[in-house]
């Protein structure tokens, strides 16, 4: 089949394509996008029994969106895929009535690989990425080593996957912003996004150990105040914004 044959054929397809890599659709939808997280952030705190479905839409905004700015490249491509595993933990998480918490750290674990793996392929310093992936294995061995050291027979696998979680999530904070010029947004969500669970780490702490009343650790536990959410939900925004600058970079250099 040539070109022009398919071309006739599928118009539609073609024109949606020439609309997604339009400069003034891409401010217009993010702008929409930004307006329709606001109106779930709203209904989450506002709308009796909504907290869960508005939340797990509000992810899934996220991943729709990012979905909107698609590319040939590995940042799009991993990012989307990241999104898209955030989800599934929100799904076993948030939205079904009793929380799955193996499942749902599981899926949070394959998000931050595939950040990890976005993060590295886009580095073009070859003594950085190696340096990376030696630290990437090792922190990720201690996490699970040292989980079984401090918590004994009580290290299960959610604990087991949450501190795998954490390592990946840990390291990737720290590449993306010894690499900001190229990724901060990515950077600045990923910053938010461990801010929110080492909150949750906290608050699940006494289930694991024995946390004393007088400690910074219960107060914050105990505090009336939850930050969780404040930090999580623009994590997951600009995550999703982060691939906009490279859009609109590449759909300028085109136009000249």
Known sequence: MSLSTQTQYFPQTNNFGKILNNKKFIIFITALFLLLECTLTYTMYNVSGGFSVSSFLFVICACVFCALCAEPSNKYIFTQFGLACTVGADFFLVLLPEQQRLPGMLFFAVAQLFYFFMVYSTDENAARRRVHFVLRITASVLAVCLTFAV??????????VSMFYYANLLLNVVFSFINF?????????????????????????EKYMFVSRRSMAYHISNSDVDLTYVLYLPSQVLLALSLVPQKLKKLGKNKK
């Open 151 to 160: 918590l004994g027979p009580a290290a299960d696998a959610v604990a087991l």
């Open 181 to 205: 010029k190229k990724h901060g947004l990515f950077a600045v969500a990923l910053l938010l996004f461990i801010l929110s669970d080492t909150l949750i780490g906290i608050n699940n702490l």
